[in-house]
């Protein structure tokens, strides 16, 4: 059973940095697409950036300069650097990847929270 599972969160004063690791395990052929998300209190959850196989990325425009999506293949891992961090960054951060399995599957993890005071 695949499973993706998020490290690295955690209470940061404005302006600090954290990095964000999730790893998918199981039965995994390949992954494509993979990114994170983030839900905040009252808030929809929002796309923050997303990295292809190839190496495309892709940002919010509220996190371009600030953070950076990156992946290792080998380790089916991806990372989210968050420098400049301001306290509305604060949410529960979600990792998301298309994995192919027995057929191609959508799947989340199951969140990190990461707190911005200010």
């Known amino acids: 059973q695949v499973q993706l599972v998020e490290s690295g969160g955690g209470l940061v004063q404005a302006g600090g940095s954290l990095r964000l690791s999730c790893a998918a395990s199981?039965?995994?052929?390949?992954?494509?697409?993979m990114g994170w998300y983030r839900q905040a209190p009252g808030k929809q959850r929002e796309l923050v950036a997303q990295?292809?196989?190839?190496?495309?990325?892709n940002y919010a425009d509220s996190v371009k300069g600030r953070f950076t999506i990156s992946r290792d293949n080998a380790k089916n891992t991806v990372y989210l650097q968050m420098n400049s961090l301001k306290p509305e960054d604060t949410a529960v951060y979600y990792c998301?990847?298309?994995?192919?399995?027995?057929?191609?599957?959508?799947?989340w993890g199951q969140g990190t929270q990461v707190t911005v005071s200010s």
């Open positions: 990295i292809t196989s190839g190496g495309y990325t």
């Open positions: 199981g039965s995994i052929f390949s992954i494509n697409a």
């Open positions: 998301n990847a298309d994995i192919h399995e027995l057929g191609l599957r959508n799947y």
